[in-house]
């Protein structure tokens, strides 16, 4: 049997090789971005309640009413937005599927979609599965930031949608307010439709904060906003997300979210919906601790850190005073040799690009970073 090629990425997903060959060498897994410590015992015990009161046939279509309603409220008193929970919310199966969702409600064979790299590694694999062309943008090490002009010279007859994610995986760097306007001015005069990936809006740290595309009302109008619970509570395996756009993209959205899924887990969604009204620790402020406790060990070893992490639950490292292997190599020796395993970048460039960094996932806890760092701390010499 002959499958036909839907994209041009090769072999599987470098977070799966990672975590495979972590479990492989029984090496600390700093690789997969997912947390190795429990979620909030009250939301657990929600999801055992929904499935014994009875939640568990197909939920509607788009969403169980009292989820998507805290979603709105919880948006509304975060970023003073309103929000239709009827008409402008999905709920889908993690923020993977609303992306390619989105993509597939817009996309043509020939169109062309702006993606700025290092980018998530599901982003062209979606794009070229509905026939359409990624056009890449190239962020530059070491801040990553946007260069508008290439941006604005990217921009063809063909140009369907700009796809965004903020704060970034892998590089932790965020978005200004004037990132967002930026990008306004630049799409104004076309019919450019804007992806938001902001399953990170809640991992901004330092007293920063995310701006949302939903900010911005001229931007929104065009946008499709992506979200991802598992980043929020811990809970990545649940894959549970949402999709908030205007009604009319909403309606696009649901057109196809009807025939490639229908509707999404019920005990889920109302465990969530009734773990959204309760008092929460804020995931940035523990995240964040995480981040300072790991960069203040890991000073102790050889890595260079350009910048902490503004956003995301990951941290990029030099390891230029240790190795010039390619990023790959340098992480398959790390893991093998060292029992640490980590991201190599390149896996962000469809290119393979090789800025020799690699990706920290640090949402762990405190003992898993300080046993990383302590295997860390051993690599003494060049090799
Ligand atoms: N976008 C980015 C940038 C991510 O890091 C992730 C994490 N997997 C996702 C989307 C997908 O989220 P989910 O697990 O909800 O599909
Ligand atoms: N978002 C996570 C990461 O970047 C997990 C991705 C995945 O396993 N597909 O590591």
Request: aromatic residues 10%.
């Amino acid at each position: 049997m002959q499958f036909p090629q839907k994209h041009s990425a090769t072999g599987t997903t470098i977070f799966t090789v990672m975590s495979a060959l972590a479990q492989q060498h029984n090496a600390i897994n700093l690789s997969q971005g997912f947390p190795d410590f429990h979620i909030d015992e009250r939301l657990s015990d929600a999801l055992g309640a929904a499935a014994a009161d009875g939640f568990n046939q197909y939920a509607p279509m788009a969403g169980v009413p009292m989820l998507k309603q805290a979603i709105a409220t919880s948006f509304k008193n975060r970023y003073d937005t309103d929000i239709d929970p009827d008409t402008e919310i999905t709920i889908t199966p993690g923020a993977t599927y609303a992306i390619y969702t989105a993509f597939t409600a817009i996309l043509s064979p020939g169109d062309e979609v702006i993606v700025l790299e290092p980018a998530y590694d599901s982003y062209i694999p979606n794009i070229e599965m509905n026939g359409a062309k990624a056009v890449i943008v190239p962020l530059t090490a070491p801040g990553f930031g946007v260069d508008w002009q290439r941006v604005s010279d990217a921009i063809t007859p063909r140009t369907k949608a700009i796809i965004i994610n903020t704060p970034h995986n892998p590089t932790g760097a965020i978005w200004s307010k004037r990132d967002w306007e930026q990008l306004a001015d630049i799409v104004r005069d076309t019919d450019i439709t804007i992806l938001a990936d902001e399953v990170y809006e809640q991992l901004v740290f330092d007293g920063e904060r995310h701006y949302s595309v939903l900010e911005n009302e001229e931007l929104r109008a065009r946008s499709f906003a992506l979200y991802s619970f598992g980043k929020v509570y811990n809970n990545t395996g649940w894959k549970m997300g949402f999709c908030i756009a205007p009604p009319e993209y909403t309606q696009a959205f649901r057109r196809i979210h009807q025939f490639l899924c229908f509707t999404v887990n019920t005990p889920a969604q109302y465990a969530l919906a009734q773990h959204l009204t309760l008092d929460t620790t804020p995931i940035h402020t523990i995240m964040q601790g995480k981040r300072d406790h790991f960069l203040s060990l890991l000073k102790g070893t050889l890595f260079t850190i350009h910048e902490p992490a503004k956003g995301s639950y990951f941290q990029i490292a030099g390891y230029e005073r240790i190795s010039n292997l390619p990023d790959k190599e340098f992480a398959t020796w790390l893991t093998r040799e060292h029992g640490v395993a980590t991201i190599p970048v390149s896996a962000f460039y469809s290119n393979g690009k090789d800025d020799k960094l690699i990706r920290f996932c640090f949402a762990k806890k405190e003992e898993t970073l300080t046993e990383a760092v302590n295997r860390l701390m051993k690599i003494a010499l060049p090799i």
